[in-house]
């Protein structure tokens, strides 16, 4: 078996095809056809002087060889991608990428990229909405802000506001609610939001934690939380509100907090980013814009008695 190594396309073809375990679906993720993908892995297997993959009658399998010859393509493909990403944001360091989900992309990050811009023109802020799991050096994101309980490892990790959540209303439905018992008289948004938190709550968990035994009135069912606080204004039903997607809203009027029952989560959000970036001047800039309007939320707690959500 030769030392040299076979072409870079060949081995790109090997990685992708190995991770899929299929040539077509790898085919498509590489932008060429099954039978230009099967040429490369031939050519790879026609150095290493022994198949790679066993050609099964509707997929592939590694074989000894190709299962060891796996780990290694895969992290040296993830170390180029790395490096390649770093030396293409020396020339983009005022360029910055945010990742965030998108209730709090829309209701808190988007209406604030003026404010930022304004404080920090020396920053080009790009927003992407999205809940996955973000590979940041792949993705070529700079920063990812995720809300959860348990910080990612390999990451690194600011947190920056704890959550507390109660049922909030329009003006006219507050009016009308001054005990638990009231929030019976109306529809109850189900959300999809409050079923990640830990303790989960949802109106079921809360109503039982505030004494009310009777079943609520069924509301509609949202998988967004923005969707649902436009729903909560419109005063077509209650949430149970976070504040840090609907501090906003309560801070100008357009949704009320009536009730003294106010329970912490132990989720979070989470500033994310790659260990060593930290210090770059527009990660900095961000971060300590993001705490000081953030720091805003504690007005809104300051008048409240938050009691610890039990599952």
């Not at 040299?4 to 993720?29: M, V, W």
């Not at 995720?146 to 006219?172: I, K, N």
């Not at 609610?177 to 830990?198: G, H, K, M, N, Y």
Request: charged share 20%.
């Amino acid at each position: 078996m030769p030392d040299r190594l076979p072409p870079l396309t060949a081995l790109r073809a090997f990685e992708a095809a190995a991770r899929h375990l299929s040539f077509a679906r790898a085919a498509d993720e590489l932008n060429v056809t099954p039978a230009a993908l099967s040429f490369q892995i031939k050519s790879l297997e026609s150095h290493l002087g022994q198949p790679v993959f066993h050609r099964l009658t509707r997929a592939v399998a590694l074989t000894e060889a190709g299962a060891r010859l796996q780990p290694g393509v895969a992290d040296g493909f993830a170390a180029l991608h790395s490096a390649w990403a770093a030396a293409a944001r020396v020339q983009d360091e005022n360029v910055l990428t945010v990742t965030a989900g998108p209730a709090f992309t829309s209701t808190w990050l988007a209406p604030r990229m003026y404010d930022f811009a304004q404080a920090h023109p020396e920053v080009e802020l790009r927003l992407l909405a999205s809940l996955r799991r973000a590979d940041l050096v792949r993705d070529g994101v700079d920063v990812a802000i995720r809300y959860g309980v348990e910080a990612p490892s390999g990451l690194h990790s600011t947190d920056l506001s704890t959550d507390w959540f109660t049922p909030m209303m329009a003006p006219q439905l507050a009016r009308q609610v001054s005990q638990p018992s009231d929030l019976l008289r109306f529809p109850l948004a189900r959300q999809e939001d409050t079923q990640v938190l830990e303790p989960m709550m949802n109106w079921a968990a809360y109503l039982k934690a505030v004494g009310v035994t009777d079943a609520p009135t069924p509301g509609p069912s949202f998988s967004h939380a923005d969707h649902a606080s436009n729903a909560a204004i419109a005063g077509a039903c209650i949430i149970l509100g976070r504040v840090t997607l609907t501090a906003p809203a309560l801070r100008d009027g357009h949704l009320v907090a009536p009730l003294k029952a106010t329970f912490a989560t132990r989720s979070r959000f989470r500033f994310l980013c790659v260990p060593g970036t930290e210090d770059r001047p527009a990660i900095r800039a961000f971060l300590s814009w993001l705490r000081s309007e953030l720091a805003q939320i504690d007005i809104l707690t300051a008048h409240r008695t938050i009691h610890p959500a039990t599952p």
